[in-house]
């Protein structure tokens, strides 16, 4: 009896160990993906937002100018910000709108590189696992889409961010949509987790340059205007590890805000296909560079001592270029 009870007890201060040890600090880490440097150092890339309709509204158009400007920068990958298939995501794995929205819209040869993509609100009206699934990697290897993730690219760290989860009025007022909330219920535990791993995951950066990407806007002078849910919850995360710009789409335009406070830059790019002109609001003229209610897509160029932005419209003519420098010497005194 007596060594029954030891062994008992034994065993449940084993499993407690192993529980402090093991299981309360495996602050679930956000996947990691890893690209390398050319040995110029730098790294070159497209932006599209709000792209996936089969072509129509100018998508192809747009496809054709990335693929353009794509060989001219000779880029290494490109980033999605979501709203990746209309209207309603992707109905499964074997939903020919994979092929007529991505495969055959994006065809040009500087275009055949790895997609990093979030999803948007309108892909969580889907099928999300299927958009998520690896079975389309198979049919196309550029295909990377994931809730939440880590792009490491040595100078520049990539946090893509699920954004969707965070907006309220899709669980209270959905309206005539059915959104996919798999693996997002309970979604007080999803997001608070989600926060804590960017938290962790953007302190223990080494990067010379943080990047956080989302669907959804946080600054914004468009249609749908600020994401208040994110202004309250992931600005502080922003602010609070140097974060020097946050890239998403959702308003279907482009913008280059720069907030007067925290130097933190919010670029749009959700010009992938449909655009909503003169759908724009007041803005404090000093932040906003740029706003477009056009089509078109961003590029970057980032080295270790700048980054290049560039926003093109529908045409390839460029609307507005901006360099963000960060100023060695200072750095180095650090
Ligand atoms: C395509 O782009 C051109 C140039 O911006 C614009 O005039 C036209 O309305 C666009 N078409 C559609 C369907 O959005």
């Avoid at 040890?21 to 679930?28: L, R, V």
């Avoid at 092929?99 to 990093?116: G, H, R």
């Avoid at 999803?190 to 950066?205: F, G, I, N, T």
């Amino acid at each position: 009896m007596a060594s029954s009870l030891n062994q008992s007890m034994l065993i449940i201060f084993v499993v407690g160990v192993f529980c402090l040890f093991f299981a309360t600090p495996s602050i679930a880490e956000l996947p990691r993906f890893t690209h390398h440097l050319q040995p110029q150092q730098s790294l070159h890339l497209l932006v599209v937002g709000d792209w996936g309709r089969k072509g129509t509204h100018n998508q192809s158009l747009v496809a054709h100018q990335m693929g353009i400007a794509g060989e001219k920068l000779n880029i290494d990958f490109v980033i999605s910000t979501g709203d990746n298939f209309y209207e309603d995501g992707l109905k499964g794995v074997d939903d020919p709108a994979f092929y007529e929205s991505f495969v055959d819209i994006y065809t040009a040869p500087s275009l055949q590189k790895t997609w990093y993509s979030v999803l948007g609100n309108h892909d969580y009206r889907g099928d999300v696992e299927a958009e998520l699934s690896p079975t389309l990697r198979q049919k196309d290897s550029r295909w990377l889409c994931l809730r939440s993730f880590i792009l490491d690219g040595e100078i520049v760290e990539f946090f893509f961010v699920d954004t969707t989860p965070f907006v309220e009025e899709y669980f209270t007022d959905p309206k005539e949509h059915t959104y996919d909330w798999d693996g997002v219920l309970p979604r007080g535990a999803y997001l608070s987790e989600l926060m804590k791993d960017v938290d962790s995951a953007l302190a223990r950066s080494k990067a010379k340059w943080k990047v956080v990407v989302g669907h959804h806007t946080i600054n914004s002078a468009g249609h749908h205007g600020n994401t208040e849910e994110l202004k309250h919850l992931l600005v502080p995360i922003l602010e609070a590890n140097d974060v020097d710009a946050y890239i998403n789409g959702h308003d279907h335009c482009l913008q280059h805000i720069i907030d007067k406070n925290s130097g933190i830059h919010f670029l749009t790019s959700g010009g992938g296909s449909k655009a909503w002109k003169s759908d724009v609001k007041p803005w404090n003229r000093e932040e906003l560079k740029l706003y477009y209610d056009g089509q078109g897509f961003m590029s970057m160029q980032i080295t270790k001592n700048d980054i290049n932005i560039i926003f093109y419209d529908v045409y390839g003519k460029i609307l507005h270029t901006w360099t963000i420098s960060k100023d060695h010497n200072v750095a180095a005194w650090i």
